[in-house]
């Protein structure tokens, strides 16, 4: 069983355009929403998280939306660049030990 | 990647064969962790450690043994390598703030072993 789904599987969005990226979660211990982002021939990279706490957080261009009841949480690029071209995954975690669950990963393009 | 590397960065190994990846880190990080990244599937993890002489199973730990006699590395073991074992590796490590979810987090950069 899948206990992090993304959607869609992939994604492609002009230059200045928003890029929106879903995720839903199984598991109603989980107590920590990162995203990641990855470049090809490199390792992932934290790019924002959030806790259940809050709905929303942003920093900079990245905004996470988190909806508790839906057990959904969704990255948003706003004015989307041909450099933000990468793979996007979100994971999961509860608990002390942050073991994440991750997501099968999106792939985004962005066109000039 | 800043702080955290990888050793080897690619190996290409027969079935049977046996080697060691090396995770090291310079920023004093307990927690430490070893992912297998396969197409399609996301990140899994294999063995995580939250402290020097500790280690754990992750989601997918068979075929693997890991060891942290220093805080600083990391070591994952494949005793009898198998082609189900090709994979691209990273290691990541943690700090943990205040808050107890983690504060600051890296990747290396990888190993891509491939097993015939």
């Known amino acids: 069983q899948q206990q992090v789904k993304q959607s869609p599987q992939s994604l492609i969005v002009q230059k200045g355009g928003i890029s929106i990226i879903n995720c839903a979660y199984e598991?109603?211990?989980?107590?920590?929403f990162p995203w990641y982002q990855q470049f090809p021939g490199k390792g992932p990279a934290l790019l924002i998280a959030?806790?259940?706490?809050?709905s929303e957080k942003k920093e900079g261009r990245f905004t996470i939306s988190f909806n508790k009841s839906a057990k959904q949480f969704s990255l948003h690029i706003m004015d989307s660049q041909p450099g933000d071209s990468a793979t996007y995954f979100c994971?999961?975690?509860?608990?002390?030990?942050?073991?994440?669950?991750f997501g099968k990963g999106i792939t985004l393009s962005v066109r000039p | 990647n800043a702080g955290v590397t990888q050793t080897p960065k690619f190996r290409v190994l027969k079935t049977g064969q046996s080697m060691t990846l090396l995770c090291a880190q310079d920023?004093?990080?307990?927690?430490m962790y070893w992912y297998r990244q396969d197409p399609g599937m996301g990140l899994r993890l294999i063995h995580y450690?939250?402290?020097?002489?500790?280690?754990a199973k992750g989601e997918v730990p068979d075929g693997y043994n890991v060891s942290r006699l220093k805080k600083q590395n990391f070591l994952l073991g494949l005793e009898s390598a198998a082609p189900s074992q090709t994979s691209v590796y990273f290691c990541?490590?943690?700090?943990?703030?205040?808050?107890?979810?983690?504060?600051?987090?890296?990747f290396g950069p990888g190993t891509r072993l491939t097993v015939l």
């Open positions: 959030i806790r259940p706490d809050v």
């Open positions: 598991n109603t211990a989980f107590d920590y």
């Open positions: 920023m004093n990080h307990e927690y």
């Open positions: 450690s939250v402290g020097e002489g500790t280690t």
């Open positions: 990541a490590t943690y700090r943990l703030g205040l808050s107890g979810y983690p504060d600051t987090q890296y």
């Open positions: 994971a999961a975690s509860s608990g002390a030990n942050s073991k994440l669950t």
